[in-house]
Nanobody, 129 residues
Framework: QVQLVESGGGLVQAGGSLRLSCAAS????????MGWFRQAPGKEREFVAT????????RYADSVKGRFTISRDNAKNTVYLQMNSLKSEDTALYYC??????????????????????WGQGTQVTVSS
């Protein structure tokens, strides 16, 4: 059974930084593209960032480009999201997800939640202004 466990969320002032982690088990982690999504109250879940199985390709939502960095350590079965220059609009529940299938190709458009088959429970990020 696939299990994704996020950690690292919290309360931070605007302009600050946080690093989210997602520990994976129950799947061959090194074969799956991983992603981060977020959902604010009253809004739909939205794409934040994705990284291919090899770590060679990354993709970001325009709203976080230049501020967030996704990375992975396949030896530790963990994917990270480094978030800098945080803004109040980044406040949301952040989810880690594993894409359906193995050895997915780099995307030419932003993925949607339906592209991902396994999800964590989320970690709350709150940015105070």
């Amino acid at each position: 059974q696939v299990q994704l466990v996020e950690s690292g969320g919290g309360l931070v002032q605007a302009g600050g930084s946080l690093r989210l982690s997602c520990a994976a088990s129950g799947l061959i982690f090194s074969r799956h593209t991983m992603g981060w999504f977020r959902q604010a109250p009253g809004k739909e879940r939205e794409f934040v960032a994705t990284i291919t199985w090899s770590g060679s390709y990354t993709r970001y939502a325009d709203s976080v480009k230049g501020r967030f960095t996704i990375s992975r350590d396949n030896a530790k079965n963990t994917v990270y999201l480094q978030m800098n220059s945080l803004k109040s609009e980044d406040t949301a529940l952040y989810y880690c997800a594993a894409e359906f299938g193995e050895f997915g190709r780099p995307r030419f458009s932003n993925p949607v939640p339906g592209d991902f088959g396994s999800w964590g429970q989320g970690t709350q990020v709150t940015v105070s202004s």
